[in-house]
């Protein structure tokens, strides 16, 4: 059972990155998939959100209007869609799984599986 997540790279500011989050071990039909970050010295935050049943989606203000996250459960997949980087939106980004889910989709601990991360850098 095991997630992994991708797509993370150096940008410039203004810039646009795609992650992506796959599973191998086990579907992620039954999960509520989110993205968190967590940069040097800081605690890791919930960014996004997607949830089990109907699809909604879920922001942290900080990113609300500028990332998207969607699901393919056909590739077992899902994405986060960064538009509009800031420099302070470098951070590792983790993928994380949450069977069911639920309605506190920020608590790190709600979270059964996590991804290694992949490092996302923006340059002002």
């Known amino acids: 059972v095991q997630l992994q997540a991708s797509g993370g790279g150096l940008v410039q500011a203004g810039g646009s990155l795609r992650l992506s989050c796959a599973a191998s071990?086990?579907?992620?039909?039954?999960?509520?998939i989110a993205w968190f970050r967590q940069a040097p010295g800081k605690e890791r935050e919930g960014v996004s959100c997607?949830?089990?049943?109907?699809?909604?989606?879920y922001y942290a203000g900080s990113v609300d209007g500028r990332f998207t996250i969607s699901r393919d459960n056909t590739k077992n997949a899902v994405y986060l869609q960064m538009d509009s980087l800031k420099p302070e939106d470098t951070a590792v980004y983790y993928c994380?799984?949450?069977?069911?889910?639920?309605?506190?989709?920020?608590?790190?601990?709600?979270?059964?599986?996590w991804g290694r991360g992949t490092q996302v850098t923006v340059s002002s």
């Open positions: 997607i949830s089990v049943s109907d699809g909604s989606t």
């Open positions: 994380a799984a949450d069977l069911y889910g639920s309605s506190w989709w920020q608590n790190v601990g709600e979270y059964e599986y």
């Open positions: 071990g086990f579907t992620l039909d039954n999960y509520a």
